[in-house]
Each structure stands twice: as C-alpha cells, then as structure tokens.
C-alpha cells in the first residue's frame, strides 16, 4: 500500500495547466512539506529526513519546499470546542499553494491536521496517519503470535476524538487501544507542556511512560510528531514496540520519492 491520499488536482499539472512557479532548475519530483504545527516537529521531519536519504553530496537529496505555517489554529483546540477557529482553510490554502508551486505530492507534519482534509485534495499527499498505522500494524503481528493485533495509539486529545488512527487500524485488522485517562493527561503534559512549550522532556520519562502505557498492546504507536521529537532524542533507546509514525513516513517518502 502507498499510503497515499489522492486528491483531485484540478488543473494543476494537467491539460491546460498553469506552469508551476518552481523554474526548471529544480530536480522533479518535488516534496512539499506543510509544517508549523508546530515548528520543532517539523525540523525533526527534515531532520529525519536529509538522514534518511542515501546522499554522498547535497544534489543527492529530495529538493524540498516547506511551508513553516505556525500560525495555523491549533488542530486539537478546534476539535474539542468547535468556537475555536477552523484550521481548514489554512490547510488547504497550503495545499493550494504547494501544488501551485509545483510540488509533485505532500506531506503534512502534523497528526491532528489530517482530522480536518476533506477528501478531494490539490495534490497527492503521503497520509502520515496510514502510513504510521501501517508501520504499527506490521511491527505489532511480530508479537501477536497469530491473533488478532493490539495497537496502543498516543496522541493528542484532538487526534484520538477525530479517531483518525482508529479507523485506519481497524481498516488494517488491528484493535486501536487507547491510553487510560491518566496516562493521557501525561501524554498531553509532554507534548504542550514539554516539546511545544520549548521546555526538555527526560528522555527516561518519556521511556519509563512507554513502557507504563503498552501495558498488553502488542505494539505502541507514537502518533503526534512532538512525540517524534522525543523519539528521535531517544534514539537506539526507544524500544522496538514503540513505532514513529513520522519515522514511517520518512522512509516511505525516501522510497517513493527519492
């Protein structure tokens, strides 16, 4: 599966097109990466990603146009109280934006964000939610012995009310569980309290929280990218049930664009 979500891309790239704005010096295909949400996830994505790619000098690597939108309303905000403003026009006004500027397919560097794509898009985009659940899937039949596997998703309050990750796990023969109310009010503290906020988070917290939370899920999903963040700091540290979504994604992005 490629984990893609194939919007309608009106005239962009078609018969009848308007150039994209990108001048032809720039290598095809193009990544356009939506970002902002928020900014230090999204250097950890780029960050992953220039790792990720097998490159012996800087022409070797994927050209990239990123859009740092940070002041997109926030996606969880929204979700849980519908008077706050509406992140769709932002999202998509991006989406416009990148496809008009010539991006082959997207990514978007936030969870939470794809709650709120309708299903016709301007361009491709690598679902960081499909991909993510797929990662989780295939790591967590490694330990189901043959059942039926179990998919612990952390995430933010917005991204589990959406129920975005629940329905692309059941979708792939997995039950999603969720963390108790507790462990989710420690998950929530890390990402706004910790990452967002600029503050350090203890790596050994965010590892003993892991391991708190997995209690009989086969694999745990990390599904928000300042939960990335953390991961990466993590490093060899972070246990093999623990899945990055945005790790997925990068690899995927690597494999299918690079």
């Not at 010096?25 to 999204?42: F, K, N």
Request: proline letters at 7%; hydrophobic letters at 45%; charged letters at 20%.
């Amino acid at each position: 599966m490629s984990g893609r979500d194939v919007g309608g891309a009106g005239d962009v790239g078609g018969v009848g097109a308007t150039p994209p704005l990108l001048p032809g010096t720039w290598r095809r295909p193009v990544l356009g990466v939506l970002g902002g949400m928020g900014p230090a996830a999204t250097v950890s994505f780029l960050d992953a990603l220039v790792r990720a790619t097998p490159a012996d000098r800087d022409q070797d690597h994927i050209d990239t146009v990123v859009l740092g939108h940070a002041t997109t309303p926030d996606r969880t905000a929204r979700l849980l109280d519908l008077s706050q403003p509406d992140p769709t026009p932002y999202l998509m006004g991006d989406l416009e934006l990148l496809a008009r500027l010539g991006a082959a397919c997207a990514v978007i560097a936030c969870n939470t964000a794809h709650a709120f794509l309708p299903r016709e898009l301007p361009l491709p985009l690598l679902s960081l939610v499909r991909v993510g659940a797929e990662a989780a899937v295939e790591r967590a039949r490694e330990y189901a012995a043959g059942r039926q596997p179990g998919v612990r998703v952390l995430a933010t309050d917005g991204t589990l009310l959406s129920r975005v990750y629940q329905e692309a796990l059941t979708d792939l023969g997995a039950e999603a569980l969720l963390p108790p109310e507790d462990g989710q009010r420690a998950v929530m503290a890390m990402i706004y309290d910790g990452v967002k906020a600029g503050l350090d988070v203890p790596g050994d917290d965010f590892l003993a929280l892991l391991e708190r939370l997995r209690g009989d899920a086969d694999a745990v999903l990390l599904g928000c990218t300042e939960l990335s963040v953390l991961a990466g700091q993590a490093g060899e540290r972070l246990p093999r049930y623990a899945v990055d979504a945005q790790a997925a994604l990068v690899a995927r992005v690597v494999a299918e664009v690079g």
